[in-house]
């Protein structure tokens, strides 16, 4: 049976396409056929074949699907801002309905396991009074939780996994990222996430002075997903 999430993460630059990416080796290994969506990326490339970011790249070269970069990445801006700016500087309008369909189309290839990763953390505006959430709601998917372990990691976790269950849809899981390596008392702080974080630790994964799908891969237990 085909499983899809919605990565999320606590704050921006937590290591989400890190981990997606891992995750998704992972289920390759495990002989899961694989795909994955990045519905809008800001801080793109100029290239002969069109903008590419590189979370959006680094999440197509673990998809066994085929797919094309702009099946993965339908909506690409180049300046590194919010995506609502860039798209309002852009004169795009950037709504849950115009992301709905082609991460609908992605998740339609049926792999074994798909994933779509969103932008920042939770409450990512769009156009009008919409976030970035109302994806995940719309595609009803359990969400991932991706936590940038670091000072202040705690409240943003929990401040996260509460808009999550608000918005009425499942914690599957969370990722300790360690961003910070000298984060004081980082045991305790992992302790408290693991007490009151309402799901299971996927991995605790460290800092890697060059992580990649497959370093990141090893510290991760996709057999604790439901």
């Not at 809008?40 to 070269?61: F, K, Y």
Request: glycine residues 8%; charged residues 20%; proline residues 5%.
């Amino acid at each position: 049976m085909s499983r899809a999430y919605f990565i999320a993460g606590t704050d921006t630059d937590v290591g989400k396409t890190t981990v997606a990416a891992g995750l998704l080796y992972a289920a390759r290994q495990a002989g899961l056929s694989t795909v994955a969506g990045k519905p809008v990326a800001s801080g793109c490339a100029v290239t002969p074949n069109g903008l590419r970011n590189d979370d959006a790249l680094a999440l197509l070269a673990q998809c066994s699907v085929a797919v094309s970069y702009d099946e993965v990445n339908p909506v690409a801006f180049e300046p590194a801002i919010a995506p609502h700016l860039a798209a309002r500087e852009a004169g795009v309008a950037l709504t849950v309905q115009g992301l709905l369909k082609p991460m609908r189309l992605l998740l339609a290839r049926n792999a074994d396991f798909s994933l779509i990763e969103g932008a920042g953390g939770w409450r990512v505006p769009l156009a009008d009074q919409a976030n970035l959430s109302d994806l995940a709601v719309a595609l009803q998917l359990p969400v991932i939780l991706v936590v940038g372990v670091r000072l202040g990691c705690i409240n943003h976790a929990l401040l996260s996994a509460e808009a999550i269950a608000q918005d009425g849809l499942q914690l599957a899981g969370w990722v300790a990222n360690i961003v910070d390596a000298k984060t004081s008392r980082l045991e305790e702080n992992l302790a408290t996430l693991a007490e009151r974080l309402p799901a299971p630790c996927l991995g605790r994964v460290p800092r890697l002075k060059k992580p990649s799908a497959e370093g990141v891969a090893e510290y991760l237990h996709l057999e604790l997903l439901d």
